[in-house]
């Protein structure tokens, strides 16, 4: 799914921050690591363990160099 979204005021503040902080390296993954918690959160993934997989995969992919993916399936390959 490709989706174009306008951030701006908190939410574009917390992208910067999550980017200066090095929790993340793009705002792309902040956006999906967002998605990840907000599925975490709220039980919205069948299998949580999956989720917990997902997300610790993620973080460790921010340590990499950024990958272009057009879904969370092809970017965890």
Do not use: C, D, H, W
């Amino acid at each position: 799914m490709n989706i174009n979204i306008k951030l701006e005021g908190i939410l574009e503040k917390i992208i910067e921050n999550a980017i200066k902080k090095g929790l993340v390296k793009t705002k792309a993954e902040a956006v999906r690591l967002s998605v990840l918690e907000l599925g975490k959160e709220y039980g919205l993934l069948e299998e949580p363990e999956l989720n917990e997989k997902t997300i610790r995969e993620l973080r460790k992919r921010e340590k990499q160099k950024p990958v272009k993916a057009k879904s969370l399936n092809e970017l965890f390959r």
